[in-house]
């Protein structure tokens, strides 16, 4: 069965630093792939997307993530966080079907240390 | 912008109750879902629609139904709502061919 995995169920890293969070699916053919961020008491933001080419995808606000094929993993990073990052940050998979199914990892909730 | 709305930001109901939360899109979508989010499992998926009057269930459908009478709206019904069905539901609709999800601002339901 096709799965999203975010180990990290909450990380808090210092303002300034770099940021990476984690996420490994499960799925038989290359699936689309996302990252999205939700604010407190928000609905899901986009923050990035993978379909094919370049492995490596900018997204909006400074984040970046990376395709590794070899390790089905899809990891979410940034070079300096601020401190209006914090927020939950969920990965997705795609899948190839006529009803374009979305399948969510747990979330990972990110805390910034002033 | 594009835009998908659900009908009510907070609901408080009674068990037993049957509840009705309302989604709307303007895109011209194909599919459209519903999500319930609880903390610590992230979002799953209670029902999907990929055409009017076309359901089919997630991985939660239990105690819950739905209805595409339009292709713009999705609503999602709880029967006889009861307290673990507290949660925050979330709608969501993509274009066929192109699995980018658009969702709404989430509706948060106590059921009291």
Redesign the interface.
Known sequence: AQSVT?PD?HITVSEGASLELRCNYSYGATP?L?W?VQSPG?????LL?YFSGDTLVQGIKGFEAEFKRSQSSFNLRKPSVHWSDAAEY?C?V??YS??????????TRLSIRP | DVK?TQSSRYLVKRTGEKVFLECVQDMDHE?M?W?RQDP??????IY?S?DVKMK?KGDIPEGYSVSREKKERFSLILESASTNQTSMY?C?S????????F????TRLTVV
């Open positions: 975010q169920i689309y996302f999205y928000q609905g899901l933001q986009l997307k969920f997705a795609g899948l006529s009803a374009s199914k979305i399948i969510f990892g747990s979330g | 998908v599919n879902f999500y610590g499992l992230g979002l799953r998926l999907f990929y089919e979330l969501a993509t274009r066929t061919g192109n699995t980018e999800a969702f709404g601002q989430g």
